[in-house]
């Protein structure tokens, strides 16, 4: 008798010994979720990879009921990543889960690079820097281009160049603010500056002379908030 996905979730909860809540942590998710899951009131297909991966089973038996439970488990096996409604299949060393920062997080992992800074996490898929983290946009100083909600995924070790969109923390503050980089090469007294600036005209541009700051990434990619 095969198993439908709820079932197959049940399964590997408890084949690894956890509760709907253990399992819910372990998988950035919610114990709702996991029980929408196990009872057939949800398919999110990328909770059920977080699912696979926190349980340790196979994710294309979890995810299409495909091959065994605990079969290709190692780095050069392939997996079924949701994509839509469909799947794909990618190697899982291509798949990685990272972190997902407010501001204040973000000034902290900027620091620091713990990913237990962060309380959700995306998964992303690519040959990536082992750093990379997304970056929930907040405030309308990069508005219209990029509103409250979007995602920016942030890679802390390529240098900016020329009107790249970067993560910065000013001297003295917690958290950081994401804006366009402009350098301004020398000022009259020989001293080698950049900006910070915001698309919205209605915010001011941050000068490094007057307001030091460190660039704590580039964005490499992003998300646009639908709704």
Not at 35 to 62: F, H, M, Q
Not at 177 to 205: A, H, Q, S
Request: glycine fraction near 8%; charged fraction near 25%; aromatic fraction near 8%.
């Amino acid at each position: 008798m095969t198993l439908d996905v709820g079932n197959r979730v049940r399964k590997a909860r408890k084949s690894a010994g956890l509760t709907q809540n253990e399992l819910a942590k372990k998988a950035s998710s919610k114990q709702a979720v996991i029980s929408d899951i196990e009872n057939g009131r949800n398919k999110n297909s990328s909770a059920l990879y977080d699912i696979a991966i926190a349980t340790g089973v196979n994710p294309n038996w979890l995810l299409r009921g495909e091959g065994e439970m605990f079969e290709n488990q190692s780095n050069t096996a392939s997996s079924a990543y949701p994509d839509g409604d469909n799947f794909k299949i990618v190697p899982m060393d291509k798949v990685r889960r990272v972190p997902v920062l407010n501001y204040v997080q973000a000034g902290e992992f900027c620091e620091y690079f713990d990913d237990a800074i962060a309380d959700m996490f995306e998964l992303i898929i690519g040959d990536y820097p082992p750093h990379v983290h997304w970056i929930i946009i907040e405030g309308l100083s990069m508005t219209p281009d990029f509103n409250p909600g979007d995602l920016i995924l942030v890679d802390p070790d390529t240098q900016p160049s020329p009107g790249d969109y970067v993560v910065a923390k000013k001297a003295g503050e917690n958290a950081v603010t994401f804006k366009k980089w402009r350098p301004r090469g020398f000022d009259d007294e020989g001293i080698e500056y950049c900006e910070l600036v915001p698309l919205n005209p209605d915010f001011p541009v941050i000068d490094s002379r007057h307001t030091p700051f460190t660039i704590c990434g580039v964005a490499v990619e992003r998300k646009h908030k639908l709704k």
